[in-house]
């Protein structure tokens, strides 16, 4: 947690994607350990050695932060199918309330992004709660209360649930699940795997604040700080940039979206660059990071490329019409601060480089290890 | 956990009417226990006052378990909107591997049954694991594995997934989250508010079960038996079950439907007859259940009728279709057990009252307190 990231030790490229083949077929692991929800390599190892290869299925095998499938309806002669998408997630933050947010608001802002990150409407949301014996009404209610603002401010509805109780010392307080449903009414082919060598790097805001909030928030550190999680509902913003593709473009023109969560912006645009087979190139002095936000990093041995955002978006799109995209996601209070952080290159694949202040170039690995356990 | 429960507290019906009405608008707990997630009354209390009231909507006010919902499809001229049954259910039961199934088994065949229960086909599952730091990787495979084995068995797909660890002892081992999406092909019209005086009640198989399994192999009991865990997917029964009707009688005959899990039999009888605003009778002596069961409740001083089922269903069914369908029902691996336990009466409203043995009358009220923590 306090020591920096390994993306600071060189090893030449082949090393690198030399070692990426051999970890495909290498889990050796035996025991969890907290890397392994940290959302970076050991998480997307274990996820694909005991998850996938074991559910195998291909919806379950593109690895999207959200599962799109049609439903068809027998009911009508000359129906289209319906295009849903299907996404979920546990929560486990600690602390359960921090600056700009609570356990509640983030279930209900995490799920709602992760089903708009491939175009949909987000529509119904469940609700599952693990609660620890003897945890106190009064915050129960105050953490479903913020859910319901939250819901609100979002335009989805929390339609179904469940309630757990473990016994004291069997969990954390709190633990909630929300899993969520939205229709895809465009046409949208929104993927990991769809950037293109050319198109540009689009990102919604300044990084770090979530990861940064939770951690001041502990209390352990003796630090102090005015840092507000940036936990959001993204939908909304989302909605603008498929019109813009959709009025004046190409709806295809949107290639990759998604919200840069555990692990950080690094760990996304890695995502991208190994889906995609291409390499992803970023500028440092592009990407906007709040003095604070870089001060405890500082403070703490943290990079903020690697730190938890809740409200942020990337996109990679085509290059014709990034320019059009960023005044347009400008526009929306939730995108003010949008920039052109990079762009996509064909080769090195899979690998994301970034050009330094200093005029540099380092690559940009995923998040080894965990920073910040129970982000989110 | 070991008292009996109080049903056997004589009070009249008027009193206990009283009191539920009162329960309505006085939740005063401040604290929660294990009897808020235990299915019983504190359960029903707690997410009354708390959840239904805070997140309000039409959906989640209807209590069952299972939302019911359409999508509209504006992509084409004619569609049909489609209808969609979605469901969520965490799962912290305790031990992870019990004779009949394990944690994976049972959080799969546990949301597809909730889907199942509004008529509607399972099609997509999501899986969410929370997972303490130092569980054994090779217990977490065997859980997928078995996932993936109910999931084949029931003809659904985890598409969708999450993983969160948290540090040791901030979890008990292993906490599976599953929601899942299924599409209502027929115009079924399921609700626990459906029974009508004259309507049968169908049990499809002996009670108790999965609890007193889970109970046993705790191994804190010294006790020891060949019982297995009822866990099954139900959902290729209720296909039988709806087209039964939609092919002899009328589909709006199949009133109600539900699995038996937390609270039992009694609190699932109980939901029906509150929903309903109607009375349901049951006769002891045609509800199976097996020795061993039986058995072990007299040790532990539980009463079967509270212990939890997974693999069983109860359904309310039209008077003149009870027999036809239970001759289908027993047609069913999983239904062969299947008997007419009682029938619905117009008074006195909301409750359940069971023929005993005797042939004396005792109400039958929702568990109070928790028999069985941690049982699913």
Redesign the interface.
């Known amino acids: 947690m306090s020591s920096q990231p390994k993306t600071f030790v060189a090893s030449t490229l082949f090393e690198r994607i030399e070692r990426a083949r051999r970890r495909k077929t290498q889990f050796r ?10 959302g970076g390599k050991a ?1 997307h190892d ?2 694909q050695s ?2 996938v290869e ?4 291909p ?2 095998e593109r690895l ?4 799109v ?1 049609t ?14 998408a ?7 933050v ?1 602390p359960l309330f921090f600056p700009g947010g609570d356990i509640g608001s983030l279930a209900v802002n995490g799920t709602v992004n992760d089903l708009a990150m491939s175009g949909a409407l987000p ?2 949301l ?13 915050e ?2 105050r953490v ?2 913020s ?2 603002v939250a ?1 609100d401010a979002a335009g989805v ?11 004291k ?4 307080k709190l ?1 909630i ?1 929300t ?1 969520g ?1 939205g ?1 895809l ?1 465009k046409n949208t082919r929104i993927s990991a795997a769809a950037a293109r060598p050319g198109d540009k790097v689009i990102l919604s805001g300044a990084i770090g604040d979530h990861g940064i909030t939770v951690m001041v928030a502990r209390g352990e550190l003796e630090l102090e700080s005015q840092i507000r999680s940036d936990s959001a509902a993204l939908n909304s913003l989302v909605q603008e940039m498929v019109s813009e593709a959709e009025e004046y473009s190409d709806i295809e023109a949107l290639h990759c979206l998604r919200d840069p969560t555990r692990g950080g912006l690094a760990t996304t645009l890695n995502e991208f660059a190994q889906a995609s087979e291409a390499a992803i190139r970023i500028h440092e002095e592009c990407i906007p990071v709040r003095e604070e936000v870089q001060g405890a990093c500082e403070i703490l041995g943290l990079d903020p490329l690697y730190v938890a955002n809740e409200g942020r978006l990337v996109a990679v799109v085509a290059a014709g019409i990034a320019d059009r995209m960023l005044c347009r996601m400008r526009k929306h209070p939730l995108g003010c601060d949008s920039c052109i952080i990079g762009e996509v290159q064909s080769e090195p694949r899979g690998i994301v480089s970034m050009v330094t202040g200093f005029g540099g170039t380092r690559i940009v690995d995923m998040l080894v290890g965990d920073q910040l ?2 982000i989110c």
Not at 86 to 92: G, K
Not at 169 to 172: C, K, T, V
Request: avoid cysteine; charged fraction near 20%.
């Open positions: 692991d035996t025991h969890i350990t907290l890397a392994h929800g940290s998480m274990l996820i005991v998850f074991t559910l195998r299925n919806l379950l999207e932060d959200q599962a499938f439903v068809h309806n027998d009911r009508g002669l000359t129906n289209t199918p319906t295009r849903l299907f996404s979920t997630d546990s929560f486990v600690d529509l119904y469940s609700a599952s709660f693990i609660i620890e014996e003897g945890f106190s009404i009064d129960l209610r479903v209360a859910m319901a819901a509805a929390v339609v179904t649930g469940d309630t757990k109780v473990v016994q010392g069997s969990a954390d633990f699940n899993a449903v229709i009414e356990p129970r």
